[in-house]
């Protein structure tokens, strides 16, 4: 591995970890949105929300670390992702924005009238951020942004058949890693009747994402052909079997309610599909604009990865000792 490939490799650690954690609480207001009505639904969105009280906001801390390392050692493709994107991303950024908002707005609403009206708008930015999040994906995948300002369309460079596809799969891989993870939560709290709520959205979510990534491999064979060459023969195979093993592997524990094992195997089948995307997009950054092209000088990339090195140390041992004390008080 060469120098100017490290920092991004981290990044696409941190993608993988928001996707998974961030995903979760994305997927989370997803189930708050189509829970219903009812002392049941009612039941779905106070766990939804409780569950992600501790942790929502510390995991944007994954967010900020790819935009921040991104846009340091590899600054030309950042301005040309951020140029010629800038409309999903802001539609991702004022989704975060609202959903904060909302989460936060909760607590005070004083009847229940307000408070379906705060959860409405809680649900809804939390399937608009990742599925604005995904076309971003989608874009630089099938090679819709160049090097420029912008580098491409700033419509259909996102609004294409890959960019939705992914989107897409975004909110269906939210949906199921949040499902595994809440039925986990509610069996950890003693409510059986709950987690196996959770646990019947769960074998859904992770069926209805299985027949969406399939879809997407189809989509990508006519659009992106490159990638899927290399997903499906080349160097990302691996994980994509990986993904694959670890989806049906997931849904078989959940079908005999071995919600902790499941957990972390929900966890390996979505960071494996991230680790097939790159695995498949490598040496390629942006259309015309290889990683080696893209990256800054010598003596920034050491600055970087020293940087990310040290963080390291801090930022590992605090998110354990968060996610530990969660996972404690929810027994």
């Known amino acids: 591995m060469h120098l100017y490939e490290v920092?991004?490799?981290?990044?696409?650690?941190?993608?993988?970890?928001?996707?998974?954690?961030?995903?979760?609480?994305?997927?989370a207001g997803f189930w708050q949105l189509v829970a219903g009505s009812g002392k049941q639904a009612d039941e779905v969105r106070d766990e939804a929300h409780h569950a992600m009280a501790p942790v929502w906001e510390a995991n944007h801390v994954w967010l900020i670390f790819i935009l921040t390392v991104v846009w340091t050692a590899y600054p030309a493709a950042f301005g040309s992702i951020a140029s010629t994107l800038s409309i999903p991303l802001f539609i991702a950024g004022v989704g975060i924005v609202m959903r904060g908002g909302a989460y936060a707005l909760r607590a005070g609403t004083r009847s229940a009238g307000e408070q379906r009206r705060v959860d409405t708008v809680f649900a809804l930015s939390s399937v608009l951020t990742p599925?604005?999040?995904?076309?971003?994906?989608?874009?630089?995948?099938?090679?819709r942004v160049h090097l420029g300002n912008p580098g491409g369309s700033l419509v259909t460079s996102w609004l294409n058949p890959t960019s939705i596809a992914i989107g897409m799969l975004a909110v269906a891989s939210g949906a199921y890693t949040s499902a595994v993870f809440l039925s986990g939560d509610a069996e950890r709290q003693g409510d059986r009747a709950?987690?196996?709520?959770?646990?019947a959205?769960?074998?859904?979510?992770?069926?209805?994402?299985?027949?969406?990534?399939?879809?997407?491999?189809?989509?990508?064979?006519?659009?992106?052909?490159?990638?899927?060459?290399?997903?499906?023969?080349?160097?990302?195979?691996?994980?994509?079997?990986?993904?694959?093993?670890?989806?049906?592997?997931?849904?078989?524990?959940?079908?005999?309610?071995?919600?902790?094992?499941?957990?972390?195997?929900?966890?390996?089948?979505?960071?494996?599909?991230?680790?097939?995307?790159?695995?498949?997009?490598?040496?390629?950054?942006?259309?015309?604009?290889?990683?080696?092209?893209?990256?800054?000088?010598?003596?920034?990339?050491?600055a970087v990865v020293v940087a990310i090195?040290?963080?390291?140390?801090?930022?590992?041992?605090?998110?354990?000792?968060?996610?530990?004390?969660t996972l404690a008080l929810r027994i």
Do not use: C, K
């Open 7 to 27: 920092p991004l490799w981290f990044a696409l650690v941190g993608l993988a970890l928001y996707t998974v954690l961030g995903g979760a609480d994305f997927g």
């Open 131 to 143: 599925f604005a999040l995904g076309t971003v994906i989608g874009a630089i995948a099938s090679e």
């Open 194 to 199: 709950l987690a196996d709520r959770f646990r």
């Open 201 to 302: 959205r769960a074998l859904g979510a992770g069926l209805t994402a299985g027949a969406i990534a399939i879809g997407a491999l189809i989509v990508l064979d006519f659009d992106a052909e490159r990638i899927f060459r290399r997903l499906t023969q080349g160097v990302g195979l691996p994980a994509l079997v990986a993904s694959v093993i670890a989806g049906i592997a997931t849904l078989a524990l959940l079908w005999r309610r071995r919600y902790e094992p499941a957990r972390y195997l929900a966890a390996v089948a979505v960071a494996a599909t991230i680790a097939g995307w790159a695995l498949a997009q490598n040496p390629v950054f942006l259309h015309g604009l290889t990683i080696h092209e893209a990256a800054a000088g010598h003596d920034t990339l050491v």
């Open 309 to 325: 090195l040290v963080g390291a140390l801090l930022l590992f041992p605090s998110l354990a000792l968060l996610f530990r004390l």
